[in-house]
T-cell receptor, first 112, second 115 residues
Framework: AQSVTQPDIHITVSEGASLELRCNYS??????LFWYVQSPGQGLQLLLK??????LVQGIKGFEAEFKRSQSSFNLRKPSVHWSDAAEYFC??????????FGKGTRLHILP | DAGVIQSPRHEVTEMGQEVTLRCKPI?????LFWYRQTMMRGLELLIY????????DSGMPEDRFSAKMPNASFSTLKIQPSEPRDSAVYFC?????????????FGPGTRLTVL
């Protein structure tokens, strides 16, 4: 069965610092991987997705993620965070059926 | 284009009352998903539709929950009777193609509080 693990419930970084949010997945075939962001009081918005090809994918708002099959990981990165990046981030995996399985989320806090 | 529209945005009701949440998906999207988000359980898929037909309702927690999609532009999630443990944010999402392979577009959610 598909599953997604986001090991960090909360992450705090200083504004301007680099960011990496971890995501590990379990899926029997080639996964379709997503990162979504949820700002307070809002729905989820897609940041980026990986289906195939280049394992480093670029997304909106300056985010990128790297697919590492050997580690079953799809970590999200940003070189320099802004206060507006404070939000909750969800990693998700999809595949042969119609459903996407979401991780529990990582809440990002930004220190001024 | 308008995104996914949900109403109401906030609902406060008393235990035992019927609650109806509404969703209008993005025009042309064949898939519609209902999710529930709580602190304890995260984001849970309740049910999804393809071309107005319910495909998988295995996530619906109890018979008190029901969902319908009478046409391509409207869906409802009903809770009858409501209980305090149903308090959560309920999201509707739509997708143009098979949801597992494509982005899902989320509405802003309905925050339900059952007293």
């Amino acid at each position: 069965a598909q599953s997604v693990t986001q090991p960090d419930i909360h992450i705090t970084v200083s504004e301007g610092a680099s960011l990496e949010l971890r995501c590990n997945y379990s899926y029997g075939a080639t996964p379709y991987l997503f990162w979504y962001v949820q700002s307070p009081g809002q729905g989820l918005q897609l940041l980026l997705k990986y289906f195939s090809g280049d394992t480093l994918v670029q997304g909106i708002k300056g985010f990128e993620a790297e697919f590492k099959r050997s580690q079953s990981s799809f970590n999200l990165r940003k070189p320099s965070v802004h206060w507006s990046d404070a939000a909750e981030y969800f990693c998700a995996v999809g595949g042969g059926d119609d459903k996407i399985i979401f991780g529990k989320g990582t809440r990002l806090h930004i220190l001024p | 284009d308008a995104g996914v529209i949900q109403s109401p945005r906030h609902e406060v009701t008393e235990m035992g009352q019927e609650v109806t949440l509404r969703c209008k998906p993005i025009s042309g999207h064949d898939y519609l998903f209902w999710y529930r988000q709580t602190m304890m359980r995260g984001l849970e898929l309740l049910i999804y539709f393809n071309n107005n037909v319910p495909i998988d309702d295995s996530g619906m927690p109890e018979d008190r929950f029901s969902a319908k999609m009478p046409n391509a532009s409207f869906s409802t999630l009903k809770i009858q009777p409501s209980e305090p443990r149903d308090s959560a944010v309920y999201f509707c999402a739509s997708s143009p193609l098979a949801g597992g392979l494509n982005e899902q577009f989320f509405g802003p959610g309905t925050r339900l509080t059952v007293l």
